[in-house]
C-alpha cells in the first residue's frame, strides 16, 4: 500500500511563504498525476494544484484561480516529490492541505486536468497551515 506523506506545514503570517512536501512511500510508485487540494474548517475539500508528466519528462500544472500567480506545484523525479511553494499567503489560505496521487489510467487529451477528489486514488494524511493576520 502505497502511502503519502506530506510536511512543511505551520504557520506563517500574511504575505509569508511555506513550502509542502508530499513524498511517496515506494520509489516504484508509477503515478504520474499529482495533485494538491485543501480542507478550511466547516468547508468542502477544494482543488489546489495538479501537476502530470510525461516520459521525457515534460510538466503541466494548473491551478486554482485563488492561488494562480501565489502557489507553484513542481516535482522532483529522483526523489518521488511533489511541492507546493506557497507564496504571498493570505488568512484565507488557512487549511489542511492534502496532497493526493492519480494512478488510474489517463482519461480525456492531453490538455485534460484533475481537479476534483475521485480522480485521485492515494492521499496524504494532511498537513495544517495556518496564516495569522
Known amino acids: 500500500q502505497v502511502q503519502l506523506v506530506e510536511s512543511g506545514g505551520g504557520l506563517a503570517q500574511a504575505g509569508g511563504s511555506l513550502r509542502l512536501s508530499c513524498a511517496a512511500s515506494?520509489?516504484?510508485?508509477?503515478?504520474?498525476?499529482m495533485g494538491w487540494f485543501r480542507q478550511a474548517p466547516g468547508k468542502e475539500r477544494e482543488f489546489v494544484a495538479v501537476?502530470?508528466?510525461?516520459?521525457?519528462?515534460?510538466?503541466?500544472?494548473y491551478y486554482t484561480g485563488s492561488v494562480r500567480g501565489r502557489f507553484t506545484i513542481s516535482r522532483d523525479n529522483a526523489e518521488n516529490t511533489v511541492y507546493l511553494q506557497m507564496n504571498s499567503l493570505k488568512p484565507e489560505d488557512t487549511a489542511v492541505y492534502y496532497c493526493?496521487?492519480?494512478?488510474?489510467?489517463?482519461?480525456?487529451?492531453?490538455?485534460?486536468?484533475?481537479?476534483?477528489?475521485?480522480?485521485?486514488?492515494?492521499w496524504g494524511q494532511g498537513t495544517q497551515v495556518t496564516v495569522s493576520s
Open positions: 493526493a496521487a492519480r494512478v488510474r489510467p489517463a482519461r480525456g487529451s492531453s490538455s485534460t486536468y484533475y481537479t476534483t477528489i475521485d480522480e485521485y486514488d492515494y
Open positions: 515506494e520509489r516504484t510508485f508509477s503515478s504520474n498525476v
Open positions: 501537476i502530470k508528466w510525461n516520459s521525457n519528462p515534460t510538466y503541466y500544472t
